[in-house]
């Protein structure tokens, strides 16, 4: 997919063996964020280690495809770096405000509701135990995401048994060559 510079985030507890954003890294030779704290993250850690994994990097080629609570980390450091960036997917981006999402976290929520300065596509399931399909097109809305609704596929991670999802490959490819 071209010379760009292709790095994954994994949310809360990592992606693990079965997870979509491995079988990316292991067959498209993407670069994985490795944060100090999968389990008790720190958003003021994970943003940080964000950007200093990625600044080196022509930040015109970069590409960024998160998961779950990624997707604010990714969100929060538009805001607070305004690095203008290839593109982002935000894939099932975890609601920090809602009564599911679970405790642990640090710096979360609120939801950060900022315009993202570049090109942007959420991807949300219509069965997503951590954001409902409302408010992740509220958030597609005020981050100036599209937004694409999966069907029905849990919180699109390993346990929605879609593999290396070709799906969302597509929609990455599609997002990336716009």
């Keep these: 997919m071209g010379a760009k510079s292709y790095f994954i985030l994994p949310g809360l507890n990592n992606s693990g063996p079965g997870h979509w954003q491995t079988h990316w890294e292991n067959e498209y030779g993407f670069t994985r964020i490795q944060q100090a704290d999968w389990?008790?993250?720190v958003a003021e850690d994970w943003i940080q280690t964000m950007d200093a994994a990625i600044v080196t990097?022509?930040?015109k080629e970069v590409v960024l495809i998160g998961h779950s609570l990624a997707?604010?980390?990714?969100?929060?450091?538009?805001?607070?770096?305004?690095?203008?960036?290839?593109?982002a997917l935000l894939?099932?981006?975890?609601?920090?405000?809602?009564?599911s999402y679970p405790q642990g976290t640090?710096?979360?929520?609120?939801?950060?509701?900022?315009?993202l300065p570049f090109p942007s596509v959420i991807v949300t399931s219509s069965n997503d135990e951590y954001v409902t399909p409302r408010r992740a097109q509220f958030f597609a809305a005020n981050w100036g995401?599209?937004?694409?609704?999966?069907?029905?596929?849990?919180?699109?991670?390993?346990?929605?048994?879609i593999g290396n999802w070709p799906q969302g490959f597509a929609i990455l490819e599609q997002l990336v060559n716009r």
């Design 39 to 41: 389990n008790h993250p």
């Design 57 to 59: 990097y022509p930040l």
């Design 71 to 87: 997707c604010n980390t990714i969100v929060q450091w538009a805001a607070r770096y305004n690095h203008i960036i290839k593109a």
């Design 91 to 99: 894939v099932a981006p975890s609601d920090t405000e809602a009564p």
């Design 106 to 115: 640090s710096g979360f929520a609120p939801m950060p509701l900022n315009r």
């Design 145 to 161: 995401s599209d937004c694409i609704d999966a069907g029905i596929l849990g919180h699109i991670n390993a346990a929605s048994g």
